[in-house]
Nanobody, 117 residues
Framework: QVRLVESGGGLVQTGGSLRLSCAAS????????MAWFRQAPGKERESITT???????YYSDSVKGRFTISRDNAKNTVYLQMDSLKPEDTAFYYC???????????WGQGTQVTVSS
């Protein structure tokens, strides 16, 4: 059974940085596209960044230039480096996994990120 476990959330001031980690349990981690989503109170969940098995990345306009996704296939872990944080980045952050051509079937429990002004 696939498990995704996020860590690294917390409270940070505007302009600060946080690094989220997502440890995955699947044996063929490198075959999965990994993503970070976030959901703020009263808002829909949004996809903010993805990374393919070979490192190809996508960023939403809301985080482009400030957030960096990376993965370590040897450690079955995906990371989200968040810099220049803004109050509007406050949300619950989730990592998710899918196979190529599939849906995001696997989700972590999420971690809270709060940016104070």
């Amino acid at each position: 059974q696939v498990r995704l476990v996020e860590s690294g959330g917390g409270l940070v001031q505007t302009g600060g940085s946080l690094r989220l980690s997502c440890a995955a349990s699947m044996r063929t981690f490198s075959n999965y596209i990994m993503a970070w989503f976030r959901q703020a109170p009263g808002k829909e969940r949004e996809s903010i960044t993805t990374i393919s098995w070979n490192g190809y990345t996508y960023y939403s306009d809301s985080v482009k230039g400030r957030f960096t996704i990376s993965r370590d296939n040897a450690k079955n872990t995906v990371y989200l480096q968040m810099d220049s944080l803004k109050p509007e980045d406050t949300a619950f952050y989730y990592c998710a996994a899918k196979r190529v051509g599939g849906q995001y079937d696997y989700w972590g429990q999420g971690t809270q990120v709060t940016v104070s002004s």
